[in-house]
T-cell receptor
Framework: DVKVTQSSRYLVKRTGEKVFLECVQD?????MFWYRQDPGLGLRLIYF???????EKGDIPEGYSVSREKKERFSLILESASTNQTSMYLC????????????FGPGTRLTVL | GDSVVQTEGQVLPSEGDSLIVNCSYETTQYPSLFWYVQYPGEGPQLHLKAMKANDKGRNKGFEAMYRKETTSFHLEKDSVQESDSAVYFCALRKLMNYGGSQGNLIFGKGTKLSVKP
């Protein structure tokens, strides 16, 4: 079974802090994604990566950056956390050849105070 | 631009009721269509899919027909169970284009299904 793990289930940070959210997948998938999930807004794509060291902006990249130094790991970085970044963050991965089936991690609930 | 619309934010059937969860899409190309399901405390997972017009996706008693003429992909079940309670997301993906954003999924806002016992 594909497994996507996220470093924390719950995280509380203060405004202005630098926040790292880590995601690891164990199935050698080329593609990795970061989404945020908010009530009534569904899933919105922040950043994605189709290969190591490659990244592309999604629909809402402002205030975020990403890093992909190894194929299995994709990190989301909040350079200076703000209260409007309080949300559920979901990581996903997929095989390049089957872009349709994305496998999601359990999510990180981030609260910025 | 491309979009997926789910008209109901929440549906509240009783166990044994029939179910239709609406999904309409808009895109300039012929997409593949998906339903993802998210159970409490988990990430979304693929529930069913249809790759081209007139295909029907099926899983665990749920069905969805890819209707190009009405640009719809409604999720249906004859008799819901309490264990079906979850959030359901409709999504589309345009024809795969290697690399770039064309292959990304576009999700609807989700419909929360709460089945009353």
């Amino acid at each position: 079974d594909v497994k996507v793990t996220q470093s924390s289930r719950y995280l509380v940070k203060r405004t202005g802090e630098k926040v790292f959210l880590e995601c690891v997948q164990d199935m050698d998938h080329e593609n990795m994604f970061w989404y945020r999930q908010d009530p009534g807004l569904g899933l919105r794509l922040i950043y994605f990566s189709y290969d190591v060291k490659m990244k592309e902006k999604g629909d809402i990249p402002e205030g975020y950056s990403v890093s992909r130094e190894k194929k299995e790991r994709f990190s989301l970085i909040l350079e200076s956390a703000s209260t409007n970044q309080t949300s559920m963050y979901l990581c996903a991965s997929s095989l390049r050849a089957t872009l349709d089936t994305q496998y999601f991690g359990p999510g990180t609930r981030l609260t910025v105070l | 631009g491309d979009s997926v619309v789910q008209t109901e934010g929440q549906v509240l059937p009783s166990e044994g009721d029939s179910l239709i969860v609406n999904c309409s899409y808009e895109t300039t190309q012929y997409p593949s269509l998906f339903w993802y399901v998210q159970y409490p405390g988990e990430g979304p997972q693929l529930h069913l899919k249809a790759m081209k017009a007139n295909d029907k996706g099926r899983n665990k008693g749920f069905e969805a027909m890819y209707r190009k003429e009405t640009t719809s992909f409604h999720l249906e079940k004859d008799s819901v169970q309490e264990s079906d309670s979850a959030v359901y997301f409709c999504a589309l993906r345009k024809l795969m284009n290697y690399g770039g954003s064309q292959g990304n999924l576009i999700f609807g806002k989700g419909t929360k299904l709460s089945v009353k016992p």
